[in-house]
Structures are given as structure tokens and as C-alpha cells.
Nanobody, 117 residues
Framework: QVQLVESGGGVVQTGGSLRLSCAVS????????MGWYRQAPGKQRELVAS????????TYADFVKGRFTISRDNAKNTVYLQMNSLKPEDTAVYYC??????????WGQGTQVTASS
């Protein structure tokens, strides 16, 4: 079955950096868009960033523009999220999301990111 394995989360001080990775395996069809979402305690899950199949178009939430960068390696079926200048309000569980060529969405298990003040 399709598996999304996230890594790279952790605890950093305000202003620090982390790089999240999400490796996809077991998928029988090509992957269209890939993205990252986050969910803080008591809040709804929200889009952080997404990237199209060929990487030519990237979308960012206003609250991460200029600080986070999404990228992907199609040969490795992996999507990355470079997070710089982290703030306490970035603290959340970050989820990887992909959509197959058939339109089926898949989610990772989530990785905790904590930026301490």
C-alpha cells in the first residue's frame, strides 16, 4: 500500500531551521501535487505549501512566505520543506500530502515541529 514517511521534525529555538522530508513508497501511479499541511492544538489543519508535478509552480501560505521553501525530487518520490526563521506560532504537527494521477489523496502520519521562545 501507499506509505508516506515523514522525517526531520524536532525542537528548535526561535529563529532556528529545520528541514522536513516525506518519502513516498508503494504508489502505482505517478504523483501530481505534493504539499505540506500543519495542525496546531485546537486548530484546524491548514495548508503550508504545495508544489506541482514538475516543480514549476509553488504555493505558500501567507504566514510562511519568505521563510519556508518547498521542493521535490521526483526520482526519489520525495518532497521537502525547508523551514527557516521559525517562530513559536509555527509549532504544530506537520503532515505530508500527495495526490496521485488518479486524484486520490494520501497523508503521512505527521511529524512534530516545536519552536521554543
Amino acid at each position: 500500500q501507499v506509505q508516506l514517511v515523514e522525517s526531520g521534525g524536532g525542537v528548535v529555538q526561535t529563529g532556528g531551521s529545520l528541514r522536513l522530508s516525506c518519502a513516498v513508497s508503494g504508489i502505482m501511479f505517478s504523483i501530481n501535487d505534493m504539499g505540506w499541511y500543519r495542525q496546531a492544538p485546537g486548530k484546524q489543519r491548514e495548508l503550508v505549501a504545495s508544489i506541482t508535478t514538475n516543480g514549476n509552480s509553488r504555493t505558500y501560505a501567507d504566514f510562511v512566505k519568505g521563510r519556508f521553501t518547498i521542493s521535490r525530487d521526483n526520482a526519489k518520490n520525495t518532497v521537502y520543506l525547508q523551514m527557516n526563521s521559525l517562530k513559536p506560532e509555527d509549532t504544530a504537527v506537520y503532515y505530508c500530502n500527495i495526490r496521485s494521477k488518479l486524484g486520490t489523496p494520501y497523508w503521512g502520519q505527521g511529524t512534530q515541529v516545536t519552536a521554543s521562545s
